[in-house]
């Protein structure tokens, strides 16, 4: 595959997937640009490459159905304004080809909402699962999908996918449209590099704990992760809708929750492989039911194996955020892919704050304990430094031991014994006007060092240390740093 760096978009069109799934205001104002701003350096590299760009995303869910509530032409002058260059809007995503022909290097061109066709997700609509023609639909969804992807491919000469938002989709505009491009002429943009980077440095130096937490709707579009991350970490927190297809697998009553019947065994699977491998999972207990699927609902907590008929899980309970918290505080390491619960609604975030307060926490703890460690680092650093000054300063001064003054030019060492000094010049010695402490050479004096291993942080065996030894606790009651 190419990289976006070793890539020459001059005279080339570049159609970059971007996830500007922004937050609007009921005026259709951008609450929240992060994900306008993260998208920039792509594109703009394009451009100052002397390229053109076709920008394309999704907004919301209208499910397949032009919906003007999430009309992409609302964030164009957003967009505009930031690129710095004048963004052209084409109001057919899957018609846009005379405009992105149109383009001339250092312009841009943004398509409307790619989710107004259910092509862009490829989920037949109108159709239930349970529908007997289903199967059918999906088959014929699926073949005109590819032919969606291929007239979006069609517009441009190059593939750039920087939706890292909605990297865990695969949908026509972040996986199928790649088939149409070939290896050299698809490549990931930078906030997506940056985050495979990420992930990548974090899990081939994994500082433990390891906890990860998946959570989301569904285990089927998980299992991939789980998989991997099964052999790596300590904790594994799998919450959100998933909770009840694992409640159901054990035999839980789940009313109308979110289940999928066909990853039954699936779940229990992994419950067993977690068991074999001696990984802590950590699966929600209880949850908040809802009577609708609405931020209006009426609402009680139960457990998730016993949710009354007409109840659905909606998000996870008291004692499963506790219990997600324990699991998250002290770790060292933290992946965090999904929501606990149906986050979109207010009424049914709490799961999902709670996590987020948890890592929150956990995080300061590091940052806390590195702070402390590097001020430490820097004490011991200047206390060896004076002493090596000390040293210099009567330069043959020969005392090993002792808390010993010199006064006058004599050295009175610390058994009492006292002797005339010379320097190594051999001629008299002045004493310093003020008389300093002499300062003995730095030994590594370790009287309760219980030999954690050179050059570790010595951890004194008290209340106030806690975390194992790599250097989070490093100082010892009074404030000296042992080595
Ligand atoms: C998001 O906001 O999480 C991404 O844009 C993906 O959106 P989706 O969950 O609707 O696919």
């Given amino acids: 595959m190419a990289t976006i760096d070793s890539y020459d978009f001059k005279g080339k069109r570049a159609i970059v997937r971007v996830d500007f799934n922004v937050p609007l205001d009921e005026n259709g104002k951008i609450t929240d640009d992060t994900r306008i701003r993260g998208a920039l350096p792509t594109l703009k590299k394009v451009l100052a490459d002397g ?23 609302q964030i164009v002058d957003a967009v505009s304004e930031k ?25 841009a061109l943004m398509l409307e909402n790619l989710r107004f066709y259910p092509e862009e997700e490829g989920k037949p609509v109108g159709i239930e699962k349970e529908d007997p023609a289903y199967e059918e639909a999906k088959k014929a969804m699926k073949a005109s999908q590819k032919e969606f992807a291929k007239t979006l491919a069609s517009y441009a000469d190059c593939y750039i996918n920087d939706a890292f938002g909605t990297a865990h989709r695969k949908h026509a505009s972040t996986a199928v449209i790649a088939d149409y491009f070939d290896a050299g002429n698809k490549m990931l943009g930078y906030l997506m590099e940056k985050e495979v980077k990420a992930v990548d440095n974090i899990l081939s130096d994994i500082k433990r704990p390891f906890t990860a937490i998946m959570g ?52 229990l699977d992994i419950i067993a492989k977690a068991k074999a491998k001696g990984v802590n999972l950590v699966l929600g207990t209880d949850c908040v039911a809802a009577d609708a699927f609405s931020n209006d609902a009426n609402t009680q907590i139960c457990p998730v194996n016993d949710i009354p008929d007409g109840w659905e899980g909606m998000d996870a309970g008291p004692a499963s955020r506790k219990a997600f918290a324990a699991a998250i505080e002290g770790a060292k390491t933290i992946l965090w892919n999904g929501p606990a619960g149906v986050f979109e609604f207010d009424k049914f975030a709490e799961g999902s704050r709670a996590i987020a307060e948890a890592i929150a926490k ?30 210099q300063q009567p330069q043959s001064q020969t005392a090993t031991t002792g808390s010993s ?37 730095q030994q590594p004096q370790q009287p309760s060092n219980n030999g954690n291993g050179g050059g570790q ?16 606790c490093s100082t010892a009651p009074g404030g000296e740093v042992w080595w």
């Fill in 405 to 441: 003054i010199w006064s006058g030019g004599t050295y009175t060492n610390g058994g009492g014994s006292t002797r005339v000094y010379t320097n190594n010049g051999g001629g008299p010695y002045h004493a310093p006007q003020q008389q300093p402490t002499y300062q003995a050479p």
């Fill in 51 to 73: 390229g053109s760009l076709v920008i394309m995303s999704h907004m919301g869910k209208p499910k397949g159905k032009v919906n003007p509530k999430f009309s992409l032409s």
């Fill in 457 to 472: 942080p010595y951890i004194p065996p008290t209340s106030s240390c806690t975390g194992p030894i790599t250097g989070s």
């Fill in 216 to 267: 989301g709707s569904k285990v089927s579009t998980k299992i991939g992760i789980i998989e991997n991350l099964m052999d790596k970490v300590d904790n594994l927190i799998l919450c959100g809708g998933m909770t009840f297809t694992f409640a159901k697998a054990q035999g839980g009553k789940i009313g109308n929750s979110i289940c999928e019947d066909d990853k039954l065994q699936l779940a």
């Fill in 362 to 391: 956990a995080a300061k703890a590091v940052n806390d304990s590195k702070v402390a460690k590097e001020k430490a680092d820097a004490e011991a650093k200047a206390k060896a430094e004076q002493g090596a000054a000390a040293q």
């Fill in 83 to 107: 690129l710095g260059v004048p963004v052209k809007f084409a109001p057919d995503c899957a018609k846009a080809a005379e405009a992105a022909a149109a383009l001339k290097p250092g312009e």
